[in-house]
């Protein structure tokens, strides 16, 4: 007990040490914080590694849940009001969500959102209001009008339930503000521990994937990539079950299945795609001759409500969510080049925007944290590679890797509907982020893992080994996690 005890103590003192310290990382002048950020912080992290027990056999998902949950509430907490990617437009979603529930109507007057504008230190920089005016600042009423324009997402749904949590316990704006952030938080954490439970041969992989710092930083805020991530992670546990055959493909998992890919028409609509995935597998994997026309059925089922949702079949007037239209399908016939530039320049957005920078809207770069994440990421995705040991067939792959550059297209030619980042004539698309191909990352191993193994004779790992690898795994993931957030409690200022 005495030497479980030191132990925690001293995990704890090397937590506050990286956030003490993380500032000689920075080229910027050291100097002590003592606020009430900082004390968020070190509460968090000596807290997130005294419940944590890495060392406990089977207790990933549990460890898992525990780390995000923690750290991703100080996140929530300390990050800057409105400093997560796209947070603007998400809390606009957010609040519609919380008053209006189900259906967007053509005047909606959303009182709240323009009170959080004010105190937007990127976006309202003229005119910025201070602490004193975001401590005290009271709701107002949300006035709904007019026609109905199309369905609110329920991607929000979490952000939407903290939001009017903070409205029954106070009227300050700043409490349904971070209370959304954190229920955010939370519900991505349960996903990901649904994820590596359901997981029989992809447990580390999932962690590894589901706690990468750049994935908890971006949900700790009002943000749909929380479903996007969490739900390609459930899917490639139970998909990964599959391949490995250690799951037969019933009616039941090809409904949660597809259940799960319809989730994608409300975060990264293309990858609803993904449910056409199962459909490829040779009979083998099926349970009967019946089920594959079953999940065949539930996945025309699942495209015809996702195309209504996003008003591609038409059901009532639906309004587009973009101020721009897209130079359309027939000029990029013509004119390829720029979309086949970005989808070659992939690997780079995923390993510098994606991996090496998990913090946005930062005052300094911290080279060694850009370093640090690299080059965990492609080691540790490398070591996950050498356990995958099953031989997926030639037609699957064949299949996936169209799908991918498929769904990869789609998105990019999405984007140009954008006027933000794409006007006609320009060479390359931006605004393409590394995070949009989150799905494709998580299975490298998957198609990597049986040429690796059979190429170089690898060994799979002994059940002590596994347990081992997957301690030092949960020690680098928790610690990258607390240099990321000190790294960003010194310039997200």
């Excluded at 704890?12 to 040490?17: D, R």
């Excluded at 609040?95 to 990127?122: P, T």
């Excluded at 293309?270 to 083998?284: A, C, H, N, W």
């Excluded at 301690?471 to 610690?479: F, N």
Aim: proline residues 4%.
């Amino acid at each position: 007990m005495m030497k479980t005890s030191l132990s925690k103590i001293m995990l704890c003192l090397m937590g506050i040490f990286i956030v003490v310290f993380s500032q000689l990382t920075l080229p910027k002048l050291f100097e002590f914080q003592f606020g009430g950020r900082f004390l968020c912080v070190l509460i968090a992290v000596c807290l997130c590694l005294l419940v944590m027990n890495v060392k406990q056999k089977n207790a990933l998902a549990r460890n898992a849940f525990l780390m995000i949950a923690i750290l991703g509430t100080a996140i929530s907490l300390i990050k800057p009001v409105q400093y997560s990617l796209d947070e603007d437009s998400h809390l606009i979603h957010t609040i519609g969500l919380s008053d209006s529930l189900v259906f967007k109507y053509s005047k909606e007057d959303l009182a709240d959102y323009k009170l959080v504008y004010r105190h937007d230190g990127i976006r309202n920089q003229a005119h910025f209001k201070g602490t004193d005016y975001w401590l005290t600042v009271k709701h107002k009423p949300t006035k709904v009008k007019g026609k109905t324009i199309g369905f609110d997402n329920p991607a929000f749904l979490p952000g939407a339930i903290g939001w009017n949590l903070g409205r029954l316990v106070s009227k300050k704006v700043f409490v349904s503000y971070y209370l959304g952030r954190i229920v955010n938080v939370l519900a991505y954490a349960l996903l990901v521990f649904i994820a590596i439970k359901l997981s029989l041969v992809y447990k580390s992989t999932l962690y590894f994937m589901g706690t990468l710092p750049s994935a908890v930083y971006i949900i700790s805020g009002f943000h749909y990539d929380y479903l996007y991530y969490g739900a390609s992670l459930i899917l490639i546990a139970l998909l990964t079950n599959i391949l490995a055959e250690k799951k037969k493909i019933t009616q039941f998992n090809a409904l949660a299945f597809q259940g799960l890919c319809l989730l994608f028409a409300f975060a990264k609509f293309p990858f609803i795609l993904i449910g056409s995935l199962i459909l490829v597998l040779p009979k083998r994997y099926y349970e009967t001759t019946k089920t594959r026309w079953g999940a065949s059925v539930m996945f025309v089922i699942m495209m015809v409500i996702s195309l209504i949702y996003t008003g591609i079949i038409k059901v009532m007037p639906m309004a587009g969510s973009l101020t721009g239209t897209s130079p359309g399908l027939l000029y990029f016939i013509k004119h390829p080049l720029p979309i086949i530039r970005t989808l070659i320049n992939i690997p780079h957005v995923i390993i510098d925007n994606f991996i090496g920078h998990p913090l946005q809207y930062v005052s300094h770069q911290s080279s060694l944290l850009i370093a640090l994440n690299m080059i965990i990421f492609i080691v540790v995705l490398f070591i996950c590679s050498t356990q995958w040991r099953y031989k997926l067939p030639l037609w699957f792959q064949i299949y996936t890797g169209a799908l991918f550059l498929g769904i990869a297209s789609l998105m990019i030619f999405a984007i140009t509907g954008d006027p933000r980042v794409y006007h006609e004539g320009d060479i390359l698309i931006g605004g393409v982020q590394g995070r949009y191909y989150y799905f494709m990352i998580t299975m490298v191993p998957v198609f990597l893992g049986y040429w690796i193994t059979s190429k170089f004779d690898i060994l799979p790992f002994t059940e002590r080994e596994e347990g081992q690898f997957q301690t030092v795994l949960q020690y680098i993931v928790v610690y990258l996690n607390i240099f990321t957030i000190a790294v960003g409690l010194y310039t997200q200022i």
